[in-house]
């Protein structure tokens, strides 16, 4: 019954985001007054940003298509909207968490019931991150940015190598996670890091690969990350920061539409490929995720200090 439930928020937040972005849509394109960044009235803007849409939709495939095996897509659709010169970089942050809202709504929908995994662990695990995002984002923002990501890359490097030792068999790690429940010690655990996780989403300490180790770790299946980490960033997009971003109306109203839509293509070619492989080569290609996201954290440790 909970696995339904969880299915049915994420039909809810789509529809409730959908809605909210076509009615923004006509309120946006009705202006008549010239926009004071861009010189355009609504419509003019509306006929520009549409001139993108072929090169968008398929920054939302590709990019959406890395986001459901843990790669993320915001620094990735970031950097195609510059060299593509689609977005216009005063709109990118409101794009992404527009345009990005329904497909990881819809990688949720997907992976609830990916693996049998116990309601229990499941829910307790997404509750926790939803609450240290909401609980703890004006403690988190003011940590310094530079310090947390030099942890996070150490973090990540240590996780990642202990992964493949468990799936090479090498050392005293054991062998690959299959356990799909969590009690006692372990499952504190699991939600007490959640909620740490879901605070740090504050200061872009991305949730996927960290939860990917968590719950290997912890000696789950690999697989049981997947339903963890998207329901917890769908739940706090679709009822948090899409909305949010919405009503604020900077944004592209035509990349948004493109990201929406080619992204949830992206999504669902990801999970037919995930869904299809061996749990070895699955938690393999879950190391190599944790490896490329430690590896971003030191980049921006490195390049960009303390900076927001």
Same mark, same amino acid.
């Given at each position: 019954?909970?696995?339904? =439930?969880?299915?049915?928020?994420?039909?809810?937040?789509?529809?409730? *985001?959908?809605?909210?972005?076509?009615?923004?849509?006509?309120?946006?394109?009705?202006? &008549?007054?010239?926009?004071?960044?861009?010189?355009?009235?609504?419509?003019?803007?509306?006929?520009?940003?549409?001139?993108?849409?072929?090169?968008?939709?398929?920054?939302?495939? #590709?990019?959406?298509?890395?986001?459901?095996?843990?790669?993320?897509?915001?620094?990735?659709?970031?950097?195609?909207?510059?060299?593509?010169?689609?977005?216009?970089? =005063? *709109?990118?942050?409101?794009?992404?968490?527009?345009?990005? &809202?329904?497909?990881?709504?819809?990688?949720?929908?997907?992976?609830?019931?990916?693996?049998?995994?116990?309601?229990?662990?499941?829910?307790?695990? #997404?509750? %926790?991150?939803?609450?240290? /995002?909401?609980?703890?984002?004006?403690?988190?923002?003011?940590?310094?940015?530079?310090?947390?990501?030099? %942890?996070?890359?150490?973090?990540?490097?240590?996780?990642?190598?202990?992964?493949?030792?468990?799936?090479?068999?090498?050392?005293?790690?054991?062998?690959?996670?299959?356990?799909?429940?969590?009690?006692?010690?372990?499952?504190?655990?699991?939600?007490?890091?959640?909620?740490?996780?879901?605070?740090?989403?504050?200061?872009? $300490?991305?949730?996927?690969?960290?939860?990917?180790?968590?719950?290997?770790?912890? @000696?789950?299946?690999?697989?049981?990350?997947?339903?963890?980490?998207?329901? /917890?960033?769908?739940?706090?997009? %679709?009822?948090?920061?899409?909305?949010?971003?919405?009503?604020?109306?900077?944004?592209?109203?035509? %990349?948004?539409?493109?990201?929406?839509?080619?992204?949830? #293509? @992206?999504?669902?070619?990801?999970?037919?490929?995930?869904? /299809?492989?061996?749990?070895?080569?699955? &938690?393999? #290609? $879950?190391?190599?995720?944790?490896?490329?996201?430690?590896?971003?954290?030191?980049?921006?440790?490195?390049?960009?200090?303390?900076?927001?």
């Amino acid at each position: 019954m909970s696995l339904y =439930i969880l299915k049915g928020l994420c039909i809810v937040g789509i529809v409730f *985001n959908l809605f909210l972005m076509y009615r923004k849509m006509k309120e946006l394109r009705a202006v &008549t007054e010239p926009d004071p960044v861009f010189g355009l009235t609504g419509e003019e803007l509306w006929q520009q940003q549409k001139k993108h849409n072929v090169f968008n939709f398929i920054v939302g495939v #590709i990019m959406n298509f890395g986001d459901t095996l843990g790669i993320g897509s915001f620094a990735g659709s970031s950097a195609a909207f510059k060299i593509g010169k689609s977005v216009d970089d =005063i *709109n990118v942050p409101g794009t992404l968490n527009v345009g990005d &809202t329904v497909p990881v709504l819809f990688e949720a929908f997907l992976f609830f019931g990916f693996v049998d995994l116990d309601t229990l662990t499941l829910v307790s695990m #997404i509750v %926790a991150s939803v609450l240290g /995002s909401i609980l703890m984002a004006g403690v988190v923002s003011k940590l310094d940015r530079k310090h947390v990501r030099i %942890a996070m890359f150490i973090g990540l490097a240590i996780l990642g190598t202990v992964m493949l030792c468990k799936v090479l068999e090498v050392g005293p790690f054991g062998s690959i996670g299959t356990a799909l429940k969590l009690t006692g010690v372990k499952l504190i655990i699991a939600v007490v890091v959640n909620f740490v996780l879901g605070a740090l989403m504050s200061v872009g $300490v991305g949730l996927y690969a960290p939860c990917m180790a968590l719950c290997s770790l912890l @000696g789950l299946n690999v697989g049981a990350a997947f339903p963890v980490m998207m329901g /917890s960033c769908a739940f706090l997009m %679709a009822f948090g920061n899409g909305p949010k971003f919405i009503k604020e109306g900077r944004y592209d109203m035509a %990349a948004s539409w493109m990201q929406a839509f080619g992204g949830a #293509i @992206g999504v669902f070619i990801a999970y037919k490929f995930v869904s /299809s492989i061996p749990l070895k080569i699955l &938690t393999i #290609i $879950v190391v190599c995720v944790v490896y490329v996201t430690a590896a971003m954290f030191l980049h921006d440790a490195i390049k960009k200090g303390s900076a927001a």
